[in-house]
């Protein structure tokens, strides 16, 4: 075993210790996911290709115990030099053990623990390796604050929902020399969705972003957490006019199963950039997308499904009033065809009916009318459901959102099973059952309606060529997670490409 492999063995044995300290939660709190040695040491030699200073100056801003420092060490190349090394870690339980642990190396490490957002530049580095905490927006409490540094500081305005990550980038600005090459590990999330926008607004316009390398999803990089990953470096200098940046995309960062360089003017025009190295640019040919022929909806947010969606056997058995519920279909994986049919009533039929309450009715009313359905609303109180976060915003705790059904659904997420095969489900559904947001909703437009309204018999073969799109085209809008999970959101299955729709209403003219 030489040195490194036993200082990184110490290291690994330390972040063991300190993981288990804490519960998932409080990790996810703070962003604490380990970046993984081998990942790490892949990320500094690619970074090595960019890096031109002989006398390296690095600032790691989340440096937890410091993978990216002891990789770097390891794998520094003869001609190149430590001048100092800046740490920053915010949680002192971490921050201080890592430290200790570091004291006695000889070498030139400022560990600090601190808030690195709260920090102004201590010195000017000429490199930064990080794999920032990846903190949702709903548990950074000061975003406003942090909004208004990030604004003085580069005059960008970061969106309410971005993540820690986004203003960590953005807040490092300062702190790296003209010329210097920044290195990040975060989420791929940016790459789609809105709040990722004005990250991509400085990775074009204020620094010369060199390459952006996305992970194979299906190969999550974290051991704990559920997350796609990308590596994106770029220099601190203002990109030429023509500047092309190098999209990758693998298992490998320095041996990628897909590449192209795409140009700036390219991206500033492209909202998904996850479309890049797989899919060429997209042609500005004007073809028709769903959200013509639908609006499209999420489905119903009960606030606790297990409380408020029940089987007709337990309605049945509690004596509860049936015309106080409305049926609902159960999730996308628990149905085993793909068409729903009706009785005579408008019911689904299922092996497992299943409602959920949806009723207008006061408590006093409910009281008087149905004392059944009374007795079982004070056991949701007992059981706190009245205190969810969704039910507490409703004028009464236990009222449903009020939903038409349709007879289009869509599965929201699901795993590709077979190559080329969507993982997104449509259903065709001709009962009155409502469906939970485990579904989008489409609701055909009039001009739809109308033709739905003279050739009923097109819905039917709409759907069936829904669910055989082939998955490019989804999930070219739809987004990739970790370990393969795909998602897509009401805006984005509005702009998938409808022009069958145009093909299915020219052949039955
Ligand atoms: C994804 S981990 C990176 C781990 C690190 N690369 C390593 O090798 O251990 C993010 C780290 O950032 C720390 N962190 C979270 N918020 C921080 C903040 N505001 N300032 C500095 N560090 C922070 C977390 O405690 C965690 O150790």
Redesign the pocket.
């Known amino acids: 075993m030489n040195s490194f492999n036993d200082l990184n063995a110490q290291r690994l044995d330390l972040?063991v210790f300190l993981d288990a300290k804490k519960s998932l939660l409080e990790r996810n709190k703070?962003?604490?996911?380990?970046?993984p040695s081998s990942l790490?040491t892949d990320i500094i030699q690619e970074t090595f290709k960019f890096v031109e200073q002989k006398n390296i100056k690095l600032l790691?801003?989340?440096?937890?115990?410091?993978?990216?420092v002891l990789s770097l060490l390891d794998s520094l190349p003869k001609d190149l030099n430590i001048d100092r090394i800046i740490g920053?870690?915010?949680?002192p339980v971490?921050g201080e053990a890592s430290r200790d642990f570091y004291k006695n190396l000889s070498i030139n490490l400022d560990y600090i623990v601190?808030?690195?957002?709260?920090l102004a530049p201590i010195q000017q580095v000429n490199l930064i390796l990080?794999?920032?905490?990846?903190?949702r927006h709903h548990y950074i409490p000061n975003k406003l604050e942090l909004g208004i540094k990030v604004f003085d500081e580069i005059g960008i305005k970061v969106s309410g929902l971005a993540g820690?990550y986004i203003y960590?980038i953005l807040l490092s600005h300062k702190w790296l020399e003209n010329e210097g090459i920044a290195c990040w590990l975060i989420p791929s999330e940016f790459l789609d969705v809105n709040y990722g926008n004005k990250l991509k607004e400085y990775l074009l316009k204020q620094v010369t972003t060199l390459k952006i390398h996305r992970f194979d999803t299906a190969q999550s990089k974290f051991s704990d957490a559920l997350v796609s990953s990308t590596v994106i470096w770029y220099k601190n200098a203002l990109p030429s006019k023509d500047h092309h940046i190098n999209f990758t995309f693998g298992e490998s960062i320095s041996a990628p199963t897909l590449s192209k360089e795409v140009s700036s003017d390219v991206l500033l025009n492209e909202r998904k950039w996850s479309r890049f190295p797989q899919n060429d640019v997209r042609q500005n040919v004007d073809f028709p997308t769903l959200k013509d022929y639908f609006r499209v909806s999420r489905g119903i947010a009960t606030g606790e499904n297990t409380f408020f969606i029940l089987n007709k056997d337990e309605i049945l058995e509690r004596n509860l009033p049936l015309e106080q519920f409305r049926p609902i279909l159960p999730r996308p994986k628990e149905l085993k065809s793909l068409y729903i049919t009706a009785d005579e009533q408008g019911f689904p039929l299922l092996e497992k009916p299943l409602f959920v309450l949806d009723t207008n009715l006061e408590i006093d009313e409910i009281k008087t009318a149905y004392p059944s359905l009374y007795d079982y609303l004070q056991e949701g109180i007992d059981k706190e459901v009245h205190k969810r976060h969704l039910c507490k915003k409703r004028k009464a705790w236990y009222f449903q959102e009020q939903r038409k059904s349709s007879a289009f659904y869509c599965s929201y997420m699901g795993r590709s099973k077979e190559s080329g095969k969507s993982p997104f489900k449509f259903l065709f559904n001709e009962s009155k059952a409502i469906v939970n947001n485990s579904y989008l909703i489409l609701y055909p437009l009039p001009n739809l309606e109308k033709l739905l309204c003279d050739k009923p018999h097109l819905a039917k073969e709409i759907v069936n060529k829904l669910n055989s799109l082939d998955s490019a085209l989804m999930m070219d809008e739809g987004r990739t997670y970790g370990g393969g999970m795909q998602k897509i959101e009401p805006k984005e299955l509005g702009n998938v490409n409808a022009s069958f729709i145009n093909e299915l209403i020219a052949q039955d003219l």
């Open positions: 972040q703070l962003g604490q996911f380990a970046t790490a790691e801003p989340s440096i937890g115990t410091g993978s990216f920053v870690e915010k949680d971490i601190d808030d690195f957002t709260s990080a794999n920032p905490p990846y903190v820690l960590f």
